[in-house]
């Protein structure tokens, strides 16, 4: 993974680790060690099975796709990159804590400067219909995506299913209903920076949740939005 941040240019005053961390230490305050250790777990297990082998990386090509926003439109992906670049946010869903504090802090740190790029950011998870709660919680100023039938977080190669997945009774809260595909797949956070004709130009997958990509990994990958020079992706 690419996550460590390269300098802090983005004018934010913690890095997303820092407000992670700050999460950890929290659940570790008010956790009972028995849900502790099954989250670290599962976090765990995906960063030692994770493959980016097994998943198209920079240079591939993966062609059009569909999400469906926030009204329930479905909008093809012509429309949604434009020109190109687009950066696309891949989060679990809209309850999600981590993801509460990663997509405003995109919205603080990526955000802006590539607004002021022509740069499209999108944030996208499998949740149907579209969560409007962290837009209304966080005042997002991108939009939120839903991706019909985790169609392109497989064939990028984003989701997981969990190590645990316990029978459902009927009516039962569980992640399927949150989600609304009665599934317990759900997609990993990464972040895609994809061109014009649908060539991806970065791709940073997140197995451990608590491990995400910072706001000046992504922008040392976009000199549009920077005025500086394309890092090459590191392996």
Known sequence: ???????????????????????QAE???????????????????????DDPASRPGAGDRIGPFDLVDADGRRVPSVELIGEGPAVLVFFRFGGCPACNIALPYYDEALWPALHAAGIPLLAISAQIPVDRGPTERHGLRFPTFADPDY???????????????????????????????????IDQPAIVV??????????????????????????????????????????
């Open 1 to 23: 993974m690419t996550n460590r941040p390269i300098a802090n240019t983005t004018g934010t005053s913690r890095s997303l680790a820092e407000r992670f961390a700050e999460l």
């Open 27 to 49: 659940r570790e305050r008010t956790w009972a060690p028995e849900q502790l250790a099954k989250n670290a777990t599962q976090r765990r297990v995906l960063v030692e099975r």
């Open 151 to 185: 169609a392109l977080g497989r064939r990028l190669g984003l989701t997981f299913l969990p190590e645990d997945r316990p029978a459902v009774a009927p009516g039962q809260p569980w992640i399927g209903a949150t989600l609304g595909t009665q599934s317990y797949e």
């Open 194 to 235: 994809l061109e014009k004709d649908h060539t991806i130009r970065f791709i940073d997958v997140s197995p451990d949740w608590l491990a995400r990509t910072e706001a000046d990994v992504v922008l040392a990958h976009l000199p549009e939005a920077t005025g500086g020079s394309v890092v090459t992706q590191a392996a």
